[in-house]
């Protein structure tokens, strides 16, 4: 079945960059990943989309969060990257990746990565 993994470091200091990567296996079709989706849940919060990349590589954002936010992929297009700067303690989350055949669907989750801001 289809698995979802975060990666990337669990403390980042204020001011720096945040950058995670969520690597996709056991697809059987690219339509199983063809928006691949980052969002958050800070404590006390609920989730909050962040962006998406889609299979050919447009990108959207969430406005609240974009002059700060990229998303990429590789070129197996099984690996997507999210890059949050000048981050600060209120960016401290849980960050998922997820991914679906459509927009707006979360059809596979990764079980999440827990990233801490604080100096």
């Known amino acids: 079945q289809v698995q979802l993994q975060e990666s990337g470091p669990g403390l980042v200091q204020p001011s720096q960059t945040l950058s995670l990567t969520c690597t996709v296996s056991?697809?059987?079709?690219?339509?199983?990943?063809?928006?691949s989706n980052w969002i958050r849940q800070r404590p006390g919060k609920g989730l909050e989309w962040m962006g998406t990349i889609g299979y050919s590589g447009n990108t959207y954002y969430n406005p609240i969060l974009k002059s700060r936010t990229g998303i990429s992929r590789d070129t197996s297009k099984t690996q997507f990257t999210l890059t949050l700067s000048s981050v600060a303690p209120e960016d401290t989350a849980v960050y998922y990746c997820?991914?679906?055949?459509?927009?707006?669907?979360?059809?596979?989750w990764g079980q999440g990565a827990q990233v801490t801001v604080s100096s």
């Open positions: 997820a991914t679906g055949a459509r927009w707006g669907n979360y059809d596979y």
């Open positions: 056991g697809a059987t079709s690219s339509t199983n990943y063809y928006y």
